[in-house]
């Protein structure tokens, strides 16, 4: 059974840093792509990050470009998404989605993962 666990979410100062964290089973990690979506309040989910360990290939959305950096652990099969200068606007519930069959072009659309974790909350106070 795949199952994918986002952990690492909680209460931080704008400004402050978090690190979230996906921890997957069930399937071969390294054939896997691994994406972090999220969703505030009132709107449409989105991509924040993705990466293909197999490809090299790493995307992430303009608006945190510079402040967060995703990394995979192979030997974990977890993958990480390490957010800095968060802002008011980083607000939402964030998850992890994997699949073995992403085409790196759509890397960043929802509809390429077919495999979902519950999300974590991330909340960015003034």
């Known amino acids: 059974e795949v199952q994918l666990q986002a952990s690492g979410g909680g209460l931080v100062q704008a400004g402050g840093s978090l690190t979230l964290s996906c921890a997957t089973s069930?399937?071969?990690?390294?054939?896997?792509?691994v994406g972090w979506f999220r969703q505030a309040p009132g709107k449409e989910r989105e991509a924040v990050s993705c990466?293909?360990?197999?490809?090299?290939?790493?995307y992430y959305a303009d608006s945190v470009k510079g402040r967060f950096t995703i990394s995979s652990d192979l030997a974990k099969n977890t993958v990480s998404l390490q957010m800095n200068s968060l802002k008011l606007e980083d607000t939402a519930v964030y998850y992890c989605?994997?699949?073995?069959?992403?085409?790196?072009?759509?890397?960043?659309?929802?509809?390429?993962?077919?495999?979902w974790g519950r999300g974590t909350l991330v909340t960015v106070s003034s």
């Open positions: 069930g399937f071969t990690f390294d054939a896997h792509d």
């Open positions: 989605a994997a699949d073995d069959s992403v085409i790196l072009s759509s890397m960043r659309y929802q509809a390429s993962y077919e495999y």
């Open positions: 990466i293909s360990s197999s490809a090299g290939t790493i």
